[in-house]
């Protein structure tokens, strides 16, 4: 009787083991789905702010874009629209002031047109404004045979 009693109880100590293991393995999953669930429904919430963020963003540039290009137009503006030559990079303007009026001297004036909180020049700006203000500038003609 012993040794039936022993194989019994071995028996159970298995069956308790396998069924304590497959409880575990049905409660990592359903924590799995449930962890999935919760992440899937943040993504969702953060998707719609991700969304408005880019439009308002595109808006805000597209804003600026607009501003650049009619800012010789403004009261803000304090030279004649038809002296300023549109760049977009890495400045915004190149204005001849004097020219339209055929002025004896003109005055060239390199100018950047800032919108909302974009009030900083960038990097190569920056370098700009430094090279005219140490008087870096000169006049070339390029001469093309053809």
């Known amino acids: 009787m012993g040794y039936l009693w ?6 159970f100590l298995l069956a308790l083991l396998f069924l304590s293991l497959l409880f575990l393995l ?3 999953f359903y924590l799995k789905r449930s962890i999935d669930r919760k ?5 969702e919430d953060k998707e719609d702010e991700i969304r408005k963020d880019a439009v308002d963003r595109s808006r805000s540039v597209l804003k600026g874009k607009i501003s650049e290009h009619m800012a010789p137009f403004t009261d803000d503006f304090d030279y004649q629209a038809s002296d300023a030559r549109f760049l977009g990079s890495p400045v915004d303007y190149v204005i001849f002031d004097g020219y339209s009026e055929d002025a004896e001297d003109i005055k060239v004036v390199i100018g950047d047109v800032k ?6 020049l960038t990097a190569v700006q920056k370098k700009i404004k430094k090279a005219l203000e140490k008087g870096n500038i000169k006049w070339e003609t390029f001469r093309i045979e053809g």
């Open 39 to 43: 992440v899937e429904a943040r993504i």
């Open 6 to 11: 022993d194989d019994i109880m071995y028996t």
């Open 26 to 28: 049905v409660y990592v």
């Open 115 to 120: 919108t909302g909180d974009s009030s900083d």
